[in-house]
């Protein structure tokens, strides 16, 4: 197997800000993805990594990373065993090795003449799949321009966890007064006590739908869950919840889980992630980074497992270099794109 490795840079449309004060490209309006390439001499698949330094995962790294990967390892035929293979080698890279998952799956799928979605068993439901857009933390007057530059789509989901929050609502409300919204505090608020405050001054916006991580993945199970047992909405773990292992723990803190394939290593990981919360009775939703349509169409392939999707990544660039599943007015779809098989993806 040929493993090919390019770093692509993605335009943002805005500036990106979370709670953290993180931004995306430092502050500048691009950032770096990875894609990965697998040939077999007669198939070729194809993969994305979209590392992050909150998880851990700078993009250096993961290049670094992939650089050592052994393609003779690698088969279409055996992605458990290619998988396996991949965790003997060391150092925490789920990103990196999202992007070989996902062009094995690729590969297998065209090579067994499937979509990747009936590869797993799963189907795809068109006129189903709902993704949220998300709206990153700015001035009132950027949000307002924001919301109405997302007006074909009906969800959204609003970055908070700064001093500015309800301005910022407020201004998403002048712009948008009726639709659903999601609250990502991203880790935003520090202790229980300013968590419920918050998410019940959200709670009295009849169409505020949920929280996402209110507090920092560190704080104890006990105010985690003092704080779900209190919550006038349902609170959803994102950077609390990796992989299927941290389902027990998650079960005990949340209403749902946020699973992205960044943190899953990938589809594998992602649809057993899905599997474990759903077996629990946790809500489950489908997250990205921002990415380009390789990684938001893997996502869109484990629709079927998710009560909610919030994978608009794509949406949220200006130069995405490829084709793939649809979100006209928000709705996931594969009705247009150009591959059949596979992943469905391919080069502008």
């Known amino acids: 197997m040929k493993v090919d490795v390019q770093t692509c840079q993605l335009r943002l449309k805005h500036e990106w800000t979370i709670a953290s004060?993180?931004?995306?490209?430092g502050g500048s309006l691009t950032t770096d993805t990875i894609v990965v390439r697998l040939t077999d001499g007669t198939l070729t698949g194809l993969?994305?990594?979209?590392?992050?330094?909150?998880?851990?995962?700078?993009?250096?790294?993961?290049?670094?990373f992939l650089k050592t990967v052994d393609g003779s390892k690698l088969s279409f035929d055996d992605i458990p065993g290619s998988m396996a293979y991949l965790n003997t080698l060391p150092g925490y890279h789920p990103a990196a090795k999202a992007a070989i998952d996902i062009a094995l799956l690729d590969g297998a799928a065209r090579k067994a003449g499937k979509a990747i979605y009936d590869l797993l068993g799963?189907?795809?439901?068109?006129g189903k799949h709902l993704t949220s857009y998300s709206i990153g933390i700015d001035t009132p007057a950027m949000i307002a321009k924001k919301t109405q530059e997302a007006e074909a789509y009906p969800v959204l989901k609003l970055k908070v966890g700064a001093p500015g929050d309800r301005e910022n609502f407020k201004a998403l409300r002048d712009a948008a007064p009726n639709k659903i919204v999601r609250i990502d505090g991203n880790e935003g608020w520090l202790t229980k006590e300013e968590a419920l405050r918050n998410i019940e001054w959200f709670a009295q916006d009849k169409n505020v739908e949920y929280v996402e991580q209110p507090m920092p993945d560190k704080t104890p199970v006990k105010e985690m869950a003092w704080l779900k047992a209190r919550s006038p909405l349902p609170i959803y773990g994102d950077e609390s919840y990796h992989t299927a292992k941290d389902v027990e723990l998650c079960a005990e803190c949340f209403h749902g889980v946020n699973v992205k394939l960044v943190k899953t290593a990938g589809i594998t990981g992602a649809y057993e992630a899905l599997k474990a919360a759903r077996k629990v009775g946790l809500k489950t939703m489908i997250g990205c980074m921002i990415e380009s349509s390789i990684l938001i169409t893997a996502a869109a392939h484990l629709a079927e497992l998710a009560d909610n999707l919030d994978i608009d990544g794509n949406i949220l660039i200006a130069n995405d270099p490829f084709i793939g599943a649809t979100s006209e007015g928000g709705m996931i779809s594969f009705a247009k794109t150009p591959e059949k098989l596979g992943l469905r993806v391919c080069a502008r």
């Open 21 to 25: 004060g993180t931004k995306v490209g």
């Open 122 to 126: 799963l189907g795809f439901s068109e």
């Open 47 to 64: 993969g994305e990594a979209a590392p992050t330094k909150r998880y851990n995962q700078p993009t250096d790294a993961s290049l670094a």
